[in-house]
């Protein structure tokens, strides 16, 4: 005799509760990743090939004399973050850790390209900061030991004598687009630039310091930090505001 299943078996209920749980806590999930950059909690909105509509740059200042000449210049990008107009909401860009590498010669460095939700953002927040060993950075300008590690290193000349500079300082920077906000939708790819002036971490009282001379150190490492201010649309990429 054939077996009839017993549709009142308690079994049976279970299975198909746990069943609709799974796909409803997955339903559910879903929702919050998918919004929760409008509501402010937080999570990382990643590259999406062929649908990427935001790409951040760096921009380098040129500049030096006969006493200073820098010939690398780089520092370890931590995370960047938009703001909206109303500041009440924001979105994690993943655009790191990795090491932005400034391009000496003026030009834009791309730091990285994403998925952005469509809406108007008026400043630009990032971080950096020394890798930690979860980072994935491997560059040993950065990395001596697990104790000694740096958030920006300098290489140039010195009154003709080479040098490099090491810094561990970490920068939190809040910066407001210059004119008006930045508006991203679904086309075109909008670009950003942050500029910053290298030389200018080693300028002093009218002149360049030695960045040989630990005195000099709190110097120069205020000197990043207040470096870090300008930030602006820059759909051409020639590091100048559109």
Same mark, same amino acid.
């Not at 990743?33 to 380098?60: K, L, M, P, R």
């Not at 006969?66 to 109303?86: D, G, I, P, Y």
């Given at each position: 005799?054939? /077996?009839?299943?017993?549709?009142?078996?308690?079994?049976?209920?279970?299975?198909?509760?746990?069943?609709?749980?799974?796909?409803?806590?997955?339903?559910?999930?879903?929702?919050?990743?998918?919004?929760?950059?409008?509501?402010?909690?937080? &999570?990382?909105?990643?590259?999406?090939?062929?649908?990427?509509?935001?790409?951040?740059?760096?921009?380098?200042?040129?500049?030096?004399?006969?006493?200073?000449?820098?010939?690398?210049?780089?520092?370890?990008?931590?995370?960047?973050?938009?703001?909206?107009?109303?500041?009440?909401?924001?979105?994690?860009? /993943?655009?790191?850790?990795?090491?932005?590498?400034?391009?000496?010669?003026?030009?834009?460095?791309?730091?990285?390209?994403?998925?952005?939700?469509?809406?108007?953002?008026?400043?630009?927040?990032?971080?950096?900061?020394?890798?930690?060993?979860?980072?994935?950075?491997?560059?040993? &300008?950065?990395?001596?030991?697990?104790?000694?590690?740096?958030?920006?290193?300098?290489?140039?000349?010195?009154?003709?004598?080479?040098?490099?500079?090491?810094?561990?300082?970490?920068?939190?920077?809040?910066?407001?687009?210059?004119?008006?906000?930045?508006? +991203?939708?679904?086309?075109?790819?909008?670009?950003?630039?942050?500029?910053?002036?290298?030389?200018?971490?080693?300028?002093?009282?009218?002149?360049?310091?030695?960045?040989?001379?630990?005195?000099?150190?709190?110097?120069?490492?205020?000197? +990043? /930090?207040?470096?870090?201010?300008?930030?602006?649309?820059?759909?051409?990429?020639?590091?100048?505001?559109?």
């Amino acid at each position: 005799m054939d /077996k009839v299943q017993n549709t009142n078996n308690p079994r049976s209920y279970l299975k198909k509760f746990t069943s609709y749980f799974a796909f409803g806590s997955l339903y559910i999930l879903l929702i919050i990743f998918f919004t929760s950059c409008q509501d402010n909690q937080g &999570d990382v909105i990643t590259s999406s090939a062929g649908e990427n509509n935001f790409s951040a740059g760096f921009y380098s200042s040129p500049g030096g004399d006969n006493s200073l000449q820098l010939t690398e210049a780089k520092f370890v990008l931590r995370k960047l973050v938009l703001e909206t107009e109303n500041s009440e909401n924001e979105c994690d860009v /993943k655009l790191g850790p990795f090491i932005i590498q400034l391009d000496m010669t003026a030009k834009v460095v791309n730091a990285g390209i994403a998925k952005m939700p469509f809406g108007s953002y008026d400043e630009v927040k990032f971080q950096v900061h020394k890798p930690t060993p979860n980072d994935g950075i491997t560059d040993p &300008d950065f990395i001596e030991s697990n104790s000694r590690r740096y958030s920006v290193v300098v290489r140039g000349y010195y009154n003709s004598v080479p040098f490099t500079y090491k810094s561990d300082l970490t920068v939190v920077k809040e910066i407001a687009f210059e004119g008006a906000p930045v508006s +991203i939708g679904a086309v075109p790819l909008v670009y950003i630039t942050i500029r910053l002036e290298p030389y200018s971490w080693f300028w002093e009282n009218g002149v360049f310091i030695d960045p040989s001379i630990e005195g000099n150190k709190h110097i120069i490492d205020q000197n +990043i /930090k207040l470096s870090l201010r300008r930030a602006f649309r820059d759909m051409d990429q020639n590091g100048e505001p559109d």
